[in-house]
């Protein structure tokens, strides 16, 4: 099984940044896709950014160009690096890992709130 531990969010203002991780433990070799999912009061959760094995990425078409996700193989973190961030953008963000024994795992959920 693989334990995640999601830090980092937290309120902010429009037009900011701010940069959740989330730490991999447990069996975290094998890991094939890290990624970030959201999910907003009354909408289903979606997928925010992925990032591969190999290091490739895709993003959701609403966070380009604003958000990075970014990976420590050393430290088997995640990491999401919000900026410009937009009053559609709060959420409850939950971290995501395939594993390729295991299968998927999921974080608690951290909430981001972004208002004045």
């Known amino acids: 099984q693989v334990q995640l531990v999601e830090s980092g969010g937290g309120l902010v203002q429009p037009g900011g940044s701010l940069r959740l991780s989330c730490a991999a433990s447990g069996s975290s070799a094998s890991i094939l896709v890290m990624g970030w999912y959201r999910q907003a009061p009354g909408k289903q959760r979606e997928g925010v950014a992925h990032i591969f094995s190999g290091g490739s990425t895709n993003y959701a078409d609403s966070v380009k160009g604003r958000f990075a996700i970014s990976r420590d193989n050393a430290e088997n973190t995640v990491y999401l690096q919000m900026n410009s961030v937009k009053p559609e953008d709060t959420a409850v963000y939950y971290c995501?890992?395939?594993?390729?024994?295991?299968?998927?795992?999921w974080g608690q959920g951290i909430q981001v709130t972004v208002s004045p």
């Open positions: 995501n890992v395939q594993h390729a024994i295991f299968g998927a795992s």
